[in-house]
């Protein structure tokens, strides 16, 4: 299958998201975990595991993604940590130059 079919398809988690019958086209096995591809078809959800799809590049855009999102809240967890030991404040909403507003009337 030429990879122009997939540009622009979905990349999910079978833990998270399902998509059609949730069979991959590639070895007919059914996709019961991990990561697959999705693309919508007027017929049909086309599904592939992540292993019966490694030459699509956009899997090492995704696991770059998932690191620097991983690294990040690691780093805003101890800056938190830091924070609240250091001013004992949870809530900073108080302090906030602008406060958000409650929406609710
Ligand atoms: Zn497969």
């Known amino acids: 299958m030429?990879?122009?079919?997939?540009?622009?398809?979905?990349?999910?988690?079978?833990s998270t998201s399902r998509?059609?019958?949730?069979?991959?086209?590639?070895?007919s096995q059914s996709i019961d975990e991990g990561d697959y591809r999705c693309r919508e078809t007027e017929e049909a959800y086309i599904?592939?595991?992540?292993?019966?799809?490694?030459?699509?590049?956009?899997?090492?855009?995704?696991?770059?993604q998932r690191?620097?999102?991983?690294a990040r809240q690691e780093r805003l967890a101890?800056?938190?940590?830091a924070f609240i030991e250091y001013w004992g404040v949870v809530d900073l909403?108080?302090?906030?130059?602008?406060?958000?507003?409650?929406p609710r009337p």
Do not use: F, I
């Open 2 to 14: 030429s990879r122009s079919k997939w540009k622009g398809c979905r990349y999910e988690n079978a």
């Open 19 to 27: 998509h059609g019958l949730m069979v991959c086209n590639v070895c």
């Open 47 to 64: 599904t592939q595991h992540r292993a019966c799809s490694q030459d699509d590049p956009q899997w090492a855009v995704l696991d770059r």
């Open 67 to 70: 690191a620097n999102h991983a």
């Open 78 to 81: 101890e800056a938190a940590t």
């Open 93 to 102: 909403s108080e302090y906030a130059a602008a406060p958000a507003k409650d």
